[in-house]
């Protein structure tokens, strides 16, 4: 299918190579990892131009500035916007790999939707360590 230049992405579960001029480097449904393969959890809904670059997608969701994700091979990345301590810094990256099963494959999520999901499954009232965890959490820009 071909829509004023774009077609269709042809590849279907499974991950491709991004680049950054590509609009699933900043979709928040999407896992982008420079120069690796990169996956999308909507499994690749865009549509690409005679380059290879997905230049439209009804799927498209902006990143916000931090996110926190997972790709295909459950490996965890993301982007981090700090406006807190060393400390947070330090109980933040406790979170990402103490947390991180929350997460999946080819996954990626707002650290206030990361939030959401350890209080879902954990007490964060009574635990202190759980709720120092979201508080630290809650500086993620």
Known sequence: MIIQGLSQIRLKNCDRLNSD???????SNCTYRPGELS???LNWPGLIDSDGYVQKCDQFK????????K???GDLC???????TQGRRHTIEY???????????GESITPD???????????CVSNAQNAAVVDALSYLL
């Open 78 to 84: 993301g982007n981090f916007k700090f406006a807190s």
């Open 39 to 41: 996956s999308c959890r």
């Open 21 to 27: 001029d590509d609009l699933c480097a900043t979709c």
């Open 71 to 73: 790709n295909a091979t």
């Open 113 to 123: 939707e990361f939030c959401q999901r350890i209080r879902k499954t954990y007490d």
């Open 95 to 105: 979170a990402i790999r103490s947390y991180g099963f929350l997460i999946e494959r």
């Open 62 to 69: 902006p990143k916000t500035a931090s996110w926190i994700g």
